[in-house]
């Protein structure tokens, strides 16, 4: 970024700068979050993937500091957030799921006042408005009010606001949830940018493809559980074959398993779909029409996330 305020690529590598062990929450009889561990290293982008409801928020909750732990242990830049919650909340940088703006002031007013959360000069919030307003490509919208920006365009907003204090630790909740896909887009540039610098990101997401977009390393959720970690690439070479064949039958697909089961190193069946786990999509699609099999629609692509999570759960990962 301009000036290098913001840059962390100097940041000491190895070091943990979130550290949870059987880390737990739970609302009366339910938990939501399942004894989990996980660590996340200084200067890496870790994510948390995982449906709707597997525990993803709650966990970013307790590393923000505002939901308390109901059993494990937790540190954050190596202190307690129980006692030390105010000192991490200082070097947080946060970005909710909703944003929380103040619609009727403009851009450069809802920075400022949150600039001023933190104690900082005027002259130093007005520095970093400029520089954070160019990062995030709304300089020419600074004097306009914030109810007449995109949704984009105040996503963007709310992860300048949440740079503002230069933070050494940056919480993302379902991102690009709501945008459209060139909002998205932009959105994942703007955060690879700063992932480059060094700066530490924590996220959250459902959707596959921001996973392996930005996270180096990341846990897949289920049910308050992990059920895998590792990188993207890795959590995919290890879980599922090299390319899938989707076969869609609007009868129903269940009809069809024996005659293409054998094709497959892997086979889901879904109510409408059969996923097909295979080295070589369009020889196994040619096989399949060899067989005299039709289906309404046939999908060769590689492996994603999402086939790891279907495999894991027999779910998809938007249900």
């Not at 929450?25 to 996980?38: H, L, M, N, W």
């Not at 059993?71 to 006692?83: E, H, I, W, Y």
């Not at 070097?91 to 909710?96: E, M, T």
């Not at 990101?201 to 992990?226: F, K, N, S």
């Amino acid at each position: 970024m301009p000036g290098g305020t913001l840059d962390r690529s100097d940041a000491p590598g190895g070091s943990a700068v979130v550290e949870a062990s059987a880390l737990t929450k739970r609302f009366k009889s339910f938990t939501a979050v399942d004894g989990i561990d996980f660590k996340v290293e200084a200067g890496e982008a870790f994510g948390f993937l995982g449906p709707n409801g597997a525990g993803k928020s709650s966990t970013m909750r307790m590393i923000g500091c505002v939901s308390p732990l109901t059993s494990g242990s937790l540190r954050v830049f190596g202190l307690d957030p129980a006692t030390h919650g105010s000192q991490i909340r200082a070097r947080l940088g946060v970005v909710p799921q909703e944003d929380c703006l103040d619609t009727q002031l403009s851009v450069r007013d809802n920075l400022f006042i949150y600039g001023r959360y933190f104690d900082l000069s005027r002259k130093v919030i007005a520095a970093r408005i400029d520089e954070l307003l160019d990062f995030v490509q709304l300089t020419e919208r600074k004097h306009d009010k914030v109810e007449d920006l995109s949704g984009g365009m105040k996503r963007r907003l709310t992860i300048a606001r949440a740079l503002i204090s230069e933070p050494d630790l940056i919480l993302l909740d379902e991102p690009t949830t709501g945008l459209d896909p060139q909002a998205r887009h932009v959105l994942w540039d703007r955060l690879y940018q700063l992932k480059a610098r060094g700066v530490t990101l924590v996220l959250t997401t459902h959707y596959m493809d921001e996973a392996e977009q930005l996270c180096d390393r990341l846990v897949v959720m289920d049910g308050g559980r992990i059920v895998a970690q590792g990188s993207p690439r890795g959590l995919i070479a290890e879980h599922t074959s090299r390319e899938v064949l989707e076969l869609r039958f609007a009868g129903g697909a269940a009809t069809h398993v024996d005659a293409v089961a054998d094709l497959a190193d892997h086979l889901e069946v879904l109510p409408e779909r059969l996923v097909l786990s295979v080295a070589d999509g369009d020889a196994a699609l040619a096989a399949v029409h060899g067989r005299g099999i039709q289906p309404d629609t046939a999908l060769v692509r590689r492996s994603s996330l999402e086939d790891v999570f279907l495999r894991l759960t027999g779910r998809t990962l938007v249900d």
